[in-house]
């Protein structure tokens, strides 16, 4: 069974940074995609950035391309989301993602097979 734990999360002022972090275990390949999803107070879940292939593929959404940057730790089957300029519309829940499928569509949340708890994101004005 696959398991991931978000940490991370926190209270910043806008133009801060917050590093989250997934831990995962039970995985079968550290390849596999994982991805970051958020989802703001009545608002849809969305996707935030996705992974595969121990990095050398990397997606990011429009908003937060040039901002956000995930990597991976292949021994620890870590997932970090390292998050810059921080604004008050990023403000969400964010969860990281597993899925089983290497060609998954890292863009679509139903691709995924696995869910972390989330881990809350605050960004004052």
């Known amino acids: 069974q696959v398991r991931l734990v978000e940490s991370g999360g926190g209270l910043v002022q806008a133009g801060d940074s917050l590093r989250l972090s997934c831990a995962a275990s039970?995985?079968?390949?550290?390849?596999?995609?994982m991805g970051w999803f958020r989802q703001a107070p009545e608002k849809e879940r969305e996707f935030v950035a996705a992974i595969r292939n121990t990095g050398i593929n990397v997606l990011y959404a429009d908003g937060v391309r040039g901002r956000f940057t995930i990597f991976t730790d292949n021994v620890e089957d870590t997932v970090y989301l390292q998050m810059n300029s921080l604004r008050p519309e990023d403000t969400a829940v964010y969860f990281c993602?597993?899925?089983?499928?290497?060609?998954?569509?890292?863009?679509?949340?139903?691709?995924?097979?696995?869910w972390g708890q989330g881990t809350q994101v605050t960004v004052s004005s």
């Open positions: 039970g995985r079968t390949s550290v390849d596999l995609p």
């Open positions: 993602a597993s899925s089983r499928n290497p060609f998954a569509a890292v863009e679509t949340s139903t691709d995924y097979d696995y």
